[in-house]
């Protein structure tokens, strides 16, 4: 027999194998540990057992009864679609009959004598009480030392997938506990097992699994809980000390120079950009690095804060990095900057993909990109404006002093990681953002960075008019955009999707011929087969430009479509050249066309709320009224009340916490690309939790930053920083 222990792979475990050990590859199992720390999603109470006589008055219960098997019978019915197994049990009180379906290999695997436990919900057929379907167990199989493992207890049940059931992973994991669970290493510090009164973990690991009772299982629960907010905090504290160690530029707020630039702009900072410009010029002046994010709602005005930061550190002899997440936006942000700047003498530069261009005093001219990485290099750049690319090796800034992210909720760990590696003198870090962080999130995920918060609309703004079309009203929303494109507004149409699946189904046809039994009809025309598909991209584009806009100035503008062609539509829409512009989500983030008053989403039920007032926000960044118009193709309940919430608030921290209500977590954030476990997922919404691991986290480190005194600990968060990445 081969020695294992918790490191092994789990090809070489007994009953798994390789192809098993493939299939839990899927959940990212790949050790015995791994698959003891595979830990239940939800429990069946399968703990009652009665006699069978007591059956009787427990109709519609849960509940288990144990007996030896008097008769076993296999047969198909309703011409072989069906397979019945049909067994009897007996106990000292009664007997009952028991029913599965399509389990043929029942009757293989259970005898006339069995002794067997059975658990499930008793029901009334014609012949009397019977079990139908209930989970099985057989008692003689079970050795000296054990008890019951899918009956007759609390049975835990796991998050599945094809060929890896609740029953075979409980097979699998109960005899690996037996064995191993002694061996797994406590992680915890022992002052905080004692002071929150923690199970140790090898019991902890146990209870989860197979707990004792509901209470044990909650006790399992919350240690782990504490214990992956633990971590999280940890990782994040030590970033922030690690950062904390390196200096920065101090650049010293120039007031005057700030008071001449807010005058000469054409409008008035409200008092929450003034406050947080002032939060960010002040870390600014600091020799520790900044690392703050800039937090406000789609259309507050977070670019002239950031425009404000840049400025004064370019004035104190210094270089900026502003990025975006598009190339689309990078260009609006080149053009916006470059023109508030216009009358400061600052040189702008912008790269994105092929493109490089500068401006200076109000000039722009395109660039080599060769030339361009020498200016950087040279400084004659002083801001540089594009995506990611612009940290990327091989572009080098003589002085870079601050790196401003737009949109972008936390700075990527590599990203960061590349900016301040084997670096002394290390940048500023301004990161901005639309997407409201709840105070658990402020406190754990972002807890490496300081807020500043947006938290008023420039005065301007008329509250934007959100309206959910029924499908009648179609034409007189036609209508409307037709009287406000006459009075020369532009309008956004968004689309979930770009193509149909009828031109899908034409283009294979077109391609592959004809497909007999395809589900999707020959003649491509689904509406007249009453099937209400959301609205395309492309097809829509045919009708409105053909049929019914067709003198009007429409465009499409989609991600497939090259970077330059983008920025010529939407420089165009801006500039009032185009009326409407269709589009699929790429103008989600951040883009600005203040003449744009009516924003029309079909298919609105395929977005988030949160995406849904992102794309509101794309209109009513003027004086004039605008409106959303929602189109959904769904009509279920739950769907109109997502829509209505979007129509009854304007507030982004309001709908992100409507959405957590309605979708629960992991609908926000993007937590679901985090990699964080289940378990610390549910911890996150628990904001005593996350302020006790806090406070633990920040007592541990300032005992021993380095974690020396802790080994075990120090190796798990090693492990757990390979597994999650916040970004
Ligand atoms: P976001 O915070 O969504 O990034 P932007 O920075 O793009 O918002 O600003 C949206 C629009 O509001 C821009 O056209 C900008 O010039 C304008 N703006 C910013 N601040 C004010 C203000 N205080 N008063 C009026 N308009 C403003
Ligand atoms: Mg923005």
Known sequence: ????????????????????????????????????????????????IISIKDAKQRLG???CVQGRITDIESSHTWKNFVNLTQVTIQDDTAEINVIWFNQPYLAKSLKEDNFICLAGKVSLGKDGLFFNSPAYERINDIGENDELTHTGRIVPVYSETRGVTSRWLRYIIKPLLYRFADQIQETLPKEIIKKYKFLPIQEAVWQLHFPDSFEHADAAKSRFSFEDIFLIQLNVLKEKIKLMQKKAAACPMNADLMKSFTDSLPFQLTD???????????????????????????????????TMAA???????????????????????????????????????????????????????EVSKKSFNGDLENKQIDIAIGTHSLIQKGVIFKDLALVILDEQHRFGVEQRDHLIKNKKIVPHLLSMTATPIPRTLALTVYGDLDLSLIDEMPANRKKIKTIIVEPAQRKEAYDFIRKEVEGGKGVFVIF????????KAKEALEKNGPVTGSFVPQNYDLGRLGINEVKALKEEYERLSKEVFPDLRITMLHGKMKAAEKERIMLDFKKGEIDILLSTSVVEVGVDVPRATIMMIEGAERFGLSQLH???????????????????????????????????????????????EIRGPGSLY???????????????????????????????LEKDPELKEYPELKERLKQFQTRIHFE
């Open 61 to 63: 219960d849960v509940v």
């Open 614 to 660: 992102q794309f509101r926000g794309r209109v009513g960044r003027s004086d004039m009224q605008s409106y959303c118009f929602l189109f959904t193709t769904d009509p279920s309940m739950l769907n109109r009340k997502r829509l209505k919430a979007l129509v009854d608030s304007n507030n982004g921290f309001e709908l992100a916490e409507k959405d957590l």
């Open 496 to 503: 979930p999707k770009i193509d149909s699946l009828a031109t």
């Open 311 to 365: 400025l004064n550190v370019v004035k104190c002899q210094h270089q900026v990095a502003f990025m975006a997440p598009t190339e689309i936006l990078a260009k609006q942000h080149f053009r916006s900057v470059s023109e508030m700047l216009k009358n400061f003498d600052v040189s702008i530069g912008m790269m994105t993909g092929k493109d490089a261009r500068i401006s200076r005093k109000g000039e722009t001219f």
């Open 670 to 700: 993007g937590t679901q690309q985090w990699g964080v476990p289940d378990i610390a997922m549910q911890g996150l919404s628990n904001i005593f939790l996350v302020e006790k691991t806090r406070a633990a986290a920040k007592e541990i």
């Open 1 to 48: 027999m081969e020695i294992i222990a918790l490191q092994t792979a789990v090809e070489k475990v007994p009953r798994i194998g390789t192809a098993y050990a493939k299939r839990l590859k899927k959940f990212g199992i790949k050790t015995v540990q791994d698959l003891l720390f595979y830990f239940p999603t939800r429990y069946d109470d399968f703990s009652e």
């Open 272 to 306: 929450s950009q003034k406050k947080c410009a002032f939060a960010i010029l002040k870390d600014l002046e600091k020799t520790v690095p900044m690392s703050r994010l800039l937090e406000g709602d789609v259309g507050s005005g977070k670019t002239v804060v950031a």
